[in-house]
Nanobody
Framework: EVRLVESGGGLVQAGGSLRLSCAASGFTFDAYAIGWFRQAPGKGSERVSCISNSDGNTYYADSVKGRFTISSDNSKNTVYLQMNSLKPEDSAVYYC?????????????????WGKGTLVTVSS
C-alpha cells in the first residue's frame, strides 16, 4: 500500500522558516518523482516544487524560488521542503504527491498518489 505522510507544518511568523517532511512507503522510492503542492482556503491547488528521485532534477514555482529548497533522502524514503523567508501568502495546506512517471508527471500529467496534507500558517 502506498503511503505518503506529511509533517512539519505549523504556525510561524513572516520571515520565519519551516521544514516539511514527506515520509513515503509502499513503492520504490528512488524510482519516483515527489512533488509538493499547496492549497490555500478558497484557492486552487498550486504546484510548489518537485524532485525526481531517479536523477535529482528539481522544479520550483516562481513564487518560491530562492526561498524554498526541496531535497530527498533515499535512505529514509523521505522528501523535505525547507521553507525560508516565509510570507503570509505561503499559508496553505501543503500536500506531497508521488508518481512513477518522473518530473513530467509533477509538471504536466498529475500525480498518482497523495498524502493528506499538513497546514502551514504564516502570520504577518
Amino acid at each position: 500500500e502506498v503511503r505518503l505522510v506529511e509533517s512539519g507544518g505549523g504556525l510561524v511568523q513572516a520571515g520565519g522558516s519551516l521544514r516539511l517532511s514527506c515520509a513515503a512507503s509502499g513503492f520504490t522510492f528512488d524510482a519516483y518523482a515527489i512533488g509538493w503542492f499547496r492549497q490555500a482556503p478558497g484557492k486552487g491547488s498550486e504546484r510548489v516544487s518537485c524532485i525526481s528521485n531517479s536523477d535529482g532534477n528539481t522544479y520550483y514555482a516562481d513564487s518560491v524560488k530562492g526561498r524554498f529548497t526541496i531535497s530527498s533522502d533515499n535512505s529514509k524514503n523521505t522528501v523535505y521542503l525547507q521553507m525560508n523567508s516565509l510570507k503570509p501568502e505561503d499559508s496553505a495546506v501543503y500536500y506531497c504527491a508521488a508518481d512513477f512517471r518522473g518530473l513530467d508527471a509533477c509538471l504536466y500529467y498529475g500525480m498518482d498518489y497523495w498524502g493528506k496534507g499538513t497546514l502551514v500558517t504564516v502570520s504577518s
